[in-house]
């Protein structure tokens, strides 16, 4: 599983013109799964991400999660972030897990970060979605469950 999670300071979400999901500061994190992976993949990403201290303190060093801050999660499935372009110039999306237990996993790492407090938006898992987002930092983290 491999997240790219992104500090924001605003994040809105639209799928055929219509608002969707939006939050007003927190993460905004592009999910892909990959096939093979597993809950307890999507429950590592959930808790790194949950956990992950990217926000300044008084001091203005990055030292709070987004749930000290007060902050929401935006979560969006991302197929694309498996793209494999190491032949040729169109990519492959191979290894990017089918959507049916793809949908599974983007929805049990949703919930899994709401086990932590923080709330959490989402897309519509396959639509066409189209992401306004007003970047903080920037700061742009990327996870993966597999190491």
């Known amino acids: 599983m491999r997240a790219v999670v992104q500090r924001v300071r605003s994040t809105r979400l639209s799928v055929d013109g219509a608002l969707v999901s939006e939050i007003p500061f927190g993460l905004a994190v592009y999910l892909g799964v990959k096939v093979g992976d597993t809950e307890a993949d999507s429950d590592y990403i959930a808790k790194k991400i949950s956990l992950l201290r990217i926000f300044s303190d008084e001091q203005g060093k990055m030292n709070l999660s987004v749930k000290d801050v007060g902050g929401e999660v935006l979560l969006i499935s991302q197929f694309t972030l498996y793209g494999d372009c190491t032949h040729g110039n169109r990519p492959s999306f191979i290894t990017a897990e089918r959507p049916e237990r793809a949908d599974v ?3 049990h790492t949703a919930a899994a970060i709401r086990s932590y ?3 959490v938006k989402t897309g519509i898992f396959g639509a066409d979605m189209k ?6 930092g920037p700061v742009t983290i990327i996870m993966e469950s597999q190491q």
């Open 105 to 107: 996993l983007y929805e």
């Open 117 to 119: 407090g923080i709330p």
């Open 131 to 136: 992401i306004e987002q007003y970047n903080d």
